[in-house]
């Protein structure tokens, strides 16, 4: 069983920055990991993964060149900084870790965090 606990989220003005983790405790393995995020009335949706090494990432198209998801050496915790925030990236923001790819699919996932609110005002 593998405890995933968020942390980060908050209230931004549209161009703001913010930083969330997330800490994987219990028996991660060697978990690849990632972010999916779901605004009120719209599907969860895949944002970003690293790979277990750390060497690897993927992006949904929408944040390319705004996010940033990495992992320390430690393998327990992952990141995801957040630049030039918009509007619609308001959203509750989930970390995950992930059985098997593709990384955008949901299904895929077998650990879930609780979610983060992420706010961004216009």
């Known amino acids: 069983q593998v405890q995933l606990a968020e942390s980060g989220g908050g209230l931004v003005q549209a161009g703001g920055s913010l930083r969330l983790s997330c800490t994987a405790s219990?028996?991660?393995?060697?978990?690849?990991m990632g972010w999916f995020r779901q605004a009120p009335g719209k599907e969860r949706e895949f944002v970003a993964a690293?790979?277990?090494?750390?060497?690897?990432?993927h992006y949904i198209d929408s944040v390319k060149g705004r996010f940033t998801i990495f992992r320390d050496n430690a393998k327990t915790t992952v990141y995801l900084r957040m630049n030039s925030l918009k509007p619609e990236d308001t959203a509750v923001y989930y970390c995950?870790?992930?059985?098997?790819?593709?990384?955008?699919?949901?299904?895929?996932?077998?650990?879930w965090g609780q979610g983060t609110q992420v706010t961004v005002s216009s």
């Open positions: 219990g028996r991660p393995n060697s978990y690849d």
């Open positions: 690293v790979s277990w090494t750390g060497r690897n990432t």
């Open positions: 995950a870790t992930y059985a098997t790819k593709p990384y955008s699919d949901y299904l895929n996932v077998n650990y």
